[in-house]
């Protein structure tokens, strides 16, 4: 009899929440995660804090209806399932998942777990990261729905290539984010970044926005052509797990991204932004 073929699994800790109910890990199905449709929101935790929750839940609110379906639960309910399942597993600085799917059916779920999470260290912002540029464009890039193959590609073409993150070229030549991630360019102080219909709208990429303005920086999302990055002083990606990080090279092209004045500007008024909104939820 031959074996059957294990699922690569993504959950971390001991337990997990399905539709309220709480699992051990161990009971835990990749699979069921994964069925069309699936849309899905990472939450960062920081100090037992999930990070911009407001704003998670308004894209998946979004992710859902351009697909045409509503949310299932209400605010509050999806909020303390994100609290009860910190609590239970006693884990207080990760990532966390919100699947929903189920959403033709009567019986939908919910799923709320832990998954395994990596930031870059220290020395990633000090000295940036390396990326690649990847010809692909998302189906519906303003949804957050699960798609196993583009990922399977995209992360095939990183490995390969000993990349951080791939730069996603679109059928018009253009830049518009990375796989897994929002993507900055900086020219004379300018920031650069594509227009919102062409791409994930990201939770850090709008608080980005809204820090560069802040700061007394011009914005501007445009469609941004590939061969921008041969004129661009710095680029950095914006992410749930990678905040603000610097970009070291695209391809065979060097950048000194991380001394650029702008990104530094930058970096320190969002670490700063993540501790004042930690500060007011815990005093919630």
């Known amino acids: ?59 998946l609110v979004k992710s859902l209806e ?24 006693q884990c207080y600085n990760y990532n966390i998942k919100i699947v929903i799917n189920g959403l033709d059916t009567e019986n939908k779920n919910l799923f709320v777990y832990f998954i395994t999470s990596k930031y870059p260290p220290q020395e990633q912002y000090e000295n940036g990261v390396h990326t690649i ?31 951080y993150e791939a730069i996603l070229v679109n059928q018009k030549g253009e830049i518009t984010e990375g796989s897994k991630s929002n993507i900055f360019l900086v020219k004379d102080n300018v920031f650069y970044t594509s227009p919102a219909k062409d791409v994930l709208l990201g939770i850090t990429r709008h608080r980005v ?12 999302e445009e469609a941004v052509p590939a061969s921008f990055i041969q004129e661009a002083d710095g680029l950095f990606i914006t992410g749930t797990s990678p905040k603000v990080l610097p970009i070291a090279s695209v ?33 919630e």
């Not at 690569?8 to 109910?21: D, K, R, S, V």
């Open 66 to 89: 351009i697909l045409n379906y509503t949310l299932p639960w209400d605010e509050s309910f999806i909020k303390d399932q994100l609290y009860r399942l910190i609590d239970l597993n």
């Open 209 to 220: 926005i809204q820090l560069c303005l802040q700061l007394g920086y011009a914005v501007k």
């Open 1 to 59: 009899m031959a074996d059957s073929i294990k699922v690569p699994t993504e959950i971390a800790q001991q337990y997990f929440l399905l539709n309220g109910n709480i699992l051990p890990a161990s009971d835990f199905k990749q699979e069921e995660t994964t069925i069309f449709p699936s849309v899905y929101e990472v939450i960062r935790v920081i100090d037992g804090v999930p990070l911009f929750f407001e704003e998670h839940l308004e894209r």
């Open 251 to 283: 391809d065979d092209r060097v950048y000194h991204s991380s001394s650029n004045s702008a990104i530094l500007d930058l970096r320190r008024a969002y670490d700063a932004l993540i501790q004042e909104y930690i500060k007011k939820s815990s005093v």
């Open 133 to 163: 540029l990847y010809e692909a464009e998302r189906e519906n890039p303003n949804a957050k729905v699960i798609a196993k193959s583009f990922r399977d590609a995209v992360t095939k073409k990183m490995a390969e290539s000993n990349a």
